[in-house]
């Protein structure tokens, strides 16, 4: 099989998108690949088996964006450069060899040549379900410990609030703040993932901010006493209205603000100034900035997996032609958990 010529199904970006995007701006071809790498190059070329849809995977279709921290996607190009599984059919590198089973970075496509084999990791446990490394083992694992642990700097019987709470992200963020021993309590989109917050994720609280009326009355609600930690997925109103709510010296940890990412004019914050009265800390972070943390996570998170401490929902499609319906989902909410793509079975 190894320098066959195979097909090979990509997702392409058409043009670039102003607003929300649609199915439309993206198409599926059909082009052909030698299951090779050239000689004396250190590629490594994989079979997709899952790729990952991510909120910002939306910023990178923008074709200008001040707050850019990634190359943007080319229009008439394969989507490349977004997280997947994958499996080696053929190595230049020393580190990889056929048949090893990788997550990295890799294309929108059935088969990706890798020119950075860097970008791949090992997978350990291939006891798991393999893909948990689009998930709770991969990128929002990772974003949702550091996020959490690092950024936030929990402490025991704090009052911990996360936005976009049933996502891939958000829905470990809360089950780590209840192995912190925190208080927490989660904001979702509909009432199905309300009660999965409330059932199976363990928070404490939860609610469907869609059908709250005044976001600072329903926070005031749920925390009498304030937030210490709020872990910022959405931005908004209610980020404005987390303001109104912090307790002194809380920490703001910013992981996104997807209710931005399809603003021409995003929105301001008018109670910044809290941050000046109550003496809060507000920090961005980048997932890239703990991928050398990556082996002592996966130790970490494989263990509270296999004691069952932590459990991981995913809303997984089956098909490369399903991946822009289920990217778009993504901004109306329509995913129940950590959405993915299957583009091939192993
Ligand atoms: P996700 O939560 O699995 O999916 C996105 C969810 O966002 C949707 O299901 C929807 O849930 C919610 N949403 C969409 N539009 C919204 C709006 N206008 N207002 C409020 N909520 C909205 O996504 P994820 O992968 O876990 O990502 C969560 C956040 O983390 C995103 O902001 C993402 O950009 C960020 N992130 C940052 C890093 C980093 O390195 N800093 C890494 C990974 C992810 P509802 O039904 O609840 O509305």
Redesign the pocket.
């Known amino acids: 099989m190894a320098d066959a010529e195979v097909s090979n199904k990509r997702v392409i970006l058409k043009q670039f998108v102003t607003g929300f995007p649609t199915e439309d701006d993206m198409e599926l071809v059909t082009a052909t690949v030698r299951l090779a790498v050239p000689p004396g190059s250190a590629s490594v070329m994989v079979k997709n088996l899952y790729v990952s849809c ?3 995977m939306r910023n990178r279709m923008s074709e200008h964006n001040d707050a850019a921290y990634i190359e943007q996607f080319v229009p008439g190009e394969p989507v490349l450069g977004i997280f997947g599984v994958s499996k080696v059919v053929a190595s230049g590198h020393p580190d990889f060899k056929a048949g090893d089973l990788v997550w990295g970075l890799t294309g929108c496509e059935e088969y990706s040549v890798i020119t950075h084999p860097e970008s791949l990791f090992k997978i350990n446990h291939p006891e798991l379900p393999l893909s948990y490394y689009t998930g709770v083992l991969g ?2 694992g990772v ?1 949702a410990y550091a ?1 959490f642990f690092d950024v936030s700097k929990p402490k025991k019987g704090d009052y911990v609030f996360v ?8 829905q470990l963020v809360g089950q780590l703040a209840k192995i912190a021993g925190c208080y927490v309590v989660g ?4 009432d199905e ?1 309300v009660s999965l917050l409330k059932t199976k994720f363990g928070f404490d609280d939860a609610f469907n ?2 059908k709250e009326q005044d976001l600072n009355a329903t926070l005031k609600r749920c925390f009498p006493l304030g937030i210490d930690i709020y872990f910022e ?2 931005g ?1 109103a ?1 980020l404005d209205a987390v303001l109104l709510n912090m307790r002194m010296h809380g920490r703001i940890a ?6 931005q ?1 399809n603003l021409e004019k995003p929105d301001g914050a008018p109670n910044l100034f809290c941050l000046v009265a109550k003496r809060i800390r507000m920090e ?5 900035d703990y991928f050398n943390t990556y082996t002592k996570f996966e130790k970490e998170m494989a263990g509270y997996l296999k004691e069952g401490k932590i459990i991981f929902v995913e809303d997984v499609v089956e098909g490369i032609e399903k991946v822009p319906a289920a990217l778009i ?11 993915l793509v299957i583009i091939a079975r192993e």
């Open positions: 991510d909120p910002y990128m929002p974003t996020g936005s976009a709470a049933s996502g891939a992200v958000g904001s979702a989109g509909s993932k901010y869609k997925n959405v908004g209610m910013v992981c996104g603000m997807i209710s990412y961005g972070f980048m997932v890239l989902g993504l901004f109306s909410g329509r995913n129940v958990g950590k959405q």
